[in-house]
């Protein structure tokens, strides 16, 4: 079955950097999106960027824009979650998740997504 592990969380300060991975196993994914979701307490997780495997294609929350840049490994089966300029307001569980049957217009949603990691802590302190 697939196995999706994020590392890479932390602790930071505002306006620093920090780089996600995603790790993944269990099949080929030519066919699978990949998905970073954020959750913090007491709010719904939300979408924050996506990347499909095979062209590459890359889609971004408009909150994270500009800042997060998702991207793939050319030899392993790995995602990552590059962020800049980090705020308070990034704070959060970042989740990885895949999904090898989503069409464009479901990517952003949490539910489609059939696999996920167990998360990763990022706390951005002001």
């Known amino acids: 079955q697939v196995q999706l592990v994020e590392s890479g969380g932390g602790l930071v300060q505002a306006g620093g950097s920090l780089r996600l991975s995603c790790a993944a196993s269990g099949r080929t994914f030519s066919q699978s999106t990949i998905g970073w979701f954020r959750q913090a307490p007491g709010k719904e997780r939300e979408f924050v960027a996506a990347i499909r495997w095979r062209s590459q294609h890359t889609y971004y929350a408009d909150s994270v824009k500009g800042r997060f840049t998702i991207s793939r490994g050319d030899t392993a089966n790995t995602v990552y979650l590059q962020m800049n300029s980090l705020k308070p307001e990034d704070t959060a569980v970042y989740y990885c998740?895949?999904?090898?049957?989503?069409?464009?217009?479901?990517?952003?949603?949490?539910?489609?997504?059939?696999?996920w990691g167990q998360g990763t802590q990022v706390t951005v302190s002001s």
């Open positions: 998740a895949e999904d090898s049957h989503l069409i464009l217009s479901s990517i952003r949603y949490h539910a489609n997504y059939d696999n």
